[in-house]
């Protein structure tokens, strides 16, 4: 006998039956479908210019920055100023997403753009990120060809960009629409929620920032919240 | 890791001389019980959460082998492997099988406590594969080969003056020669002497604090961003979790992950909660090319149908020890084994034997925070119960102490003469300690008065008063 089949018998000898009849399996299969949400939280069902707020009030109470440009062709050079004011070197890790790629970054001819996965040697990485969840502060990064995950953890810094337009107010309206994006394929290989910038409180429970992934991350809303 | 349970009394003796243990266990008493109590307010919704986990978590266990095979379905779907394993042994040899398929040479680790159930890193050490933890609390306890001493704090016992030292006569070969005492400065020379580990490393290890039967996902938690680079540099991650980890959908995980962080540090979310499903696919730039699951029974599906099964709702979040005085007295590594706490204390009798962990159910004063706080309501104080009875029923323990216990059950059986042997021993003890009332040694009871006086009884018996003031007496 297996290991398997020996697990599966001893969980049902316990339980005082066989395998779960068909009735029964079909109960809980459609309760896997239906994706039914638990109880959320009431903190953010609220209209998107309050997420906004919740959102970045709580990223930075995290110890991550924000800040936000109405018109997605100004990212490039709120880019820049970032890097000018951190004193950061002018190389930038790009994830090769149309959704960055596509800005006019050439009229910035001084910032040196390299698209690909994360690399030890990279000090700034940009993403875009596939969601934000207000109640939390949290971003969601969806791996995909335009979106290598290791962008998000090896460069020391970290900017992520969100198209306010994905803004959620719950964990489970972010899941919505991953699975409306994503249709038959299932999850990708990597979902990664990430709540500010990598710290550890492992030397006597003293906080320091840095740890393992980036020690700076910084989040640039895109949009004026009207539809396209 | 060696069980040392039988050696808890030892243990605390040695764990209360330890100053800087006390040091370090002042510190989780208020650091982290403090950060949880304003998580908790933080949230209206937290104590409703918290029966929808314990209600998500119920329900998977009544199903349990219905999500295990789901679980295992999607994983193959998404091309990974899932290895059954009942035993520690079979999880080891599964690991080792999965290193030796791909020649590994070297294993970056997350943390995980199923790792140090089965004693993994001794395992692959003794087969001539180094396995490298990445957490930094785990980092510095393998540098100091000691196990855990917290579930989510592995290395909360140690100063950082320890750690020091440690860096010290370990990162001298990569050139630190200097002893670095700033506490950043130790994060930021660990981050660079791991760095270059992550992307050497054949093969990455990670735990699983949930896998979603829905997709096929494992899910880790961390706030060191450690277990996502241990995972997506190496050519082949291997996830090790024990069974009662699955949990049906995402909206299922989303309602446990809102009362994880909250209870363990106080956080509302962890930094990173990575969901890994599958290897990385055709278009993927990164990722590794195999994606295994090494799913650990352990004693588990044992517990299903009894009084146990509660025990396997744990998230392993910590906040039972976090809030335990006794925790908070001995430390982690009295407890002798891989779980400490309320949680070990309850937990380590199955896993190791009651014979073996008969001392840790009576590491307790049921004062009950720990079932307070849990963020699945595990009745912790009930089972420690439960296995004080099977102590006794089962005859495990020193014969003077199950004398006693007979003796107590003979008197209070009988009502009527346990008042008149108390008013005896009361005015005998009264009377022995004279003018004073105080008495400097009570014989079978050293351990009282070596170190502090006994105060003897006043006046009369509580039921005596009783009666006297007008109180009924069956």
């Given at each position: 006998m297996s290991s398997k089949e020996k697990i599966l018998g001893r969980i049902r000898a316990n339980k005082g039956?066989?395998?779960?009849?068909k009735e029964h399996a079909d109960i809980l299969s459609e309760r896997i479908r239906e994706h039914s949400h638990n109880l959320v939280p009431k903190?953010?069902?609220?209209?998107l210019e309050d997420q906004i707020d919740l959102f970045c009030g709580k990223l930075e109470a995290l110890a991550a920055t924000t800040e936000r440009v109405m018109d997605a062709k100004d990212l490039p050079k709120k880019v820049q100023d970032y890097l000018k004011e951190h004193n950061l070197p002018s190389r930038i890790k790009m994830s090769p997403s149309p959704e960055l790629t596509d800005l006019p970054w050439k009229d910035l001819p001084t910032l040196e753009i390299v698209t690909g996965a994360g690399a030890e040697e990279d000090v700034v990485g940009i993403s875009p990120a596939f969601a934000g969840i207000a109640e939390t502060g949290t971003l969601m990064m969806a791996s995909g060809a335009e979106t290598p995950s290791t962008v998000n953890f090896l460069p020391e810094n970290h900017i992520a960009v969100l198209d306010i337009r994905k803004m959620k107010g719950s964990f489970e309206e972010a899941w919505d629409l991953l699975r409306e994006k994503n249709g038959d394929q299932g999850m990708p290989r990597t979902v990664n929620l990430i709540s500010g910038p990598s710290r550890t409180a492992?030397?006597?429970q003293r906080l320091i920032m840095g740890a393992h992934g980036p020690k700076n991350l910084h989040v640039i809303l895109v949009g004026d919240g009207e539809k396209d | 890791m060696q069980v040392s349970s039988s050696k808890f009394k030892e243990n605390a003796h040695d764990a209360l001389k330890d100053d800087n243990l006390r040091a370090a266990l002042n510190r989780v008493k208020t650091g982290f019980t403090t950060a949880r109590a304003n998580a908790a307010e933080g949230l209206p919704e937290f104590e409703d959460l918290r029966d929808k986990a314990r209600d998500i978590k119920d329900h998977v266990l009544e199903n349990l082998d219905y999500y295990l095979e789901y679980f295992e379905q999607k994983v193959i779907e998404q091309g990974g492997q899932v290895h059954w394993c009942s035993n520690a042994s079979e999880a080891r040899e599964a690991v080792l099988k999965i290193c030796r398929d791909v020649d590994a040479k070297t294993v970056t680790k997350g943390k995980s406590m199923i790792t140090e159930e089965i004693a993994l890193n001794k395992f692959l050490a003794a087969q001539g594969i180094e396995p490298i933890e990445t957490d930094l609390g785990e980092y510095i306890i393998q540098l100091a080969d000691e196990p855990p001493s917290h579930i989510i704090g592995p290395a909360v016992h140690k100063t950082k003056e320890q750690v020091t030292e440690l860096f010290h006569e370990h990162h001298q070969q990569y050139g630190y020669t200097e002893r670095e005492e700033d506490p950043e400065k130790l994060v930021g020379e660990a981050r660079a002497v791991l760095r270059h580990k992550y992307v050497t490393a054949d093969v990455g290890i990670t735990g699983a604090n949930f896998l979603v039967a829905e997709t096929g996902s494992t899910v880790i938690v961390t706030n060191e961003g450690n277990g996502d680079l241990t995972q997506s540099l190496p050519e082949t991650h291997v996830v090790v979790a024990s069974l009662e980890k699955v949990i049906p959908t995402l909206e299922d995980v989303s309602t446990v992950m809102r009362v994880l962080a909250r209870s363990a540090t106080g956080q509302e979310m962890s930094v990173y909660t990575t969901f890994s499903t599958g290897p990385k696919r055709d278009t993927d730039l990164d990722g590794p090319a195999n994606f295994h699951v090494v799913l650990l029974d352990g004693g588990r599906s044992e517990m299903i149908g009894t009084e146990l099964q509660e025990l396997l709702r744990c998230i392993r979040c910590g906040a039972c020890m976090n809030h335990c005085p006794v925790y908070h007295a001995?430390?982690?590594?009295?407890?002798?084994?891989?779980y400490p706490g309320p949680i070990g204390a309850a937990l380590n009798p199955q896993m190791v034997g009651l014979e073996e962990a008969r001392d840790l159910p009576n590491a307790?004063?049921?004062?009950?925070r720990c079932e307070e706080v849990c963020p699945v309501r595990i009745p912790l104080p009930k089972i420690l119960r439960h296995w004080r009875e099977e102590a006794f029923e089962k005859q495990v323990g020193p014969k003077p102490e199950r004398w006693g216990i007979e003796l107590w059950g003979f008197f209070a059986k009988r009502p009527w003469l346990y008042r008149r042997v108390t008013r005896l021993a009361a005015s005998l003890l009264s009377m022995m300690a004279g003018k004073k009332g105080r008495l400097k040694s009570l014989p079978f009871n050293n351990g009282w008065t070596s170190v502090r006086d006994l105060p003897a009884p006043q006046g009369s018996t509580f039921m005596a008063q009783w009666k006297s003031k007008g109180g009924r007496v069956k």
């Open positions: 039956r066989g395998p779960l009849k903190r953010g069902l609220i209209p492992d030397i006597e | 001995v430390g982690g590594h009295s407890y002798g084994w891989v307790s004063s049921f004062c009950g």
